[in-house]
């Protein structure tokens, strides 16, 4: 299939498993350059190195994407490594499974502030 992403730089949020890892995936073979996170670094570095292995050009930090300065910093260290974003995949989420107000605060940072922090930082 030829979605035309041959040359584009693609960003993945939560990119180490499951769909973000599907995701990051099709864009490489699909001839992008892909940055990925995730909060587990030992996934990260493993996802890079494979996406690498199946001659993709991939960029990766471990952090917490409900740390907005922490992700503002990842998008611009991953435009610096594949000189520029075309596309930003929000995918991470906390799939928070409580009811409590510091769980709930947790998934609107994850879940949504992700999602506006990393449009933001991805314009232009």
Do not use: Q
């Amino acid at each position: 299939m030829d979605l035309g992403l041959k040359g584009r730089r693609a960003l993945v949020t939560g990119g180490t498993r499951g769909i973000g890892r599907s995701i990051a995936f099709l864009l490489a073979a699909e001839g992008a350059s892909v940055a990925i996170c995730a909060r587990d670094e030992k996934a990260v570095t493993a996802t890079v190195a494979e996406l690498e292995a199946k001659g993709a050009r991939a960029f990766g930090a471990a952090f917490d994407v409900g740390k907005g300065e922490d992700l503002r910093r990842f998008v611009a260290d991953a435009a610096a490594a594949l000189g520029g974003i075309d596309c930003a995949v929000a995918n991470a989420s906390a799939l928070s499974e409580g009811s409590s107000e510091e769980e709930f605060r947790r998934a609107y940072d994850v879940d949504l502030m992700h999602t506006r922090n990393l449009a933001e930082a991805s314009l232009p």
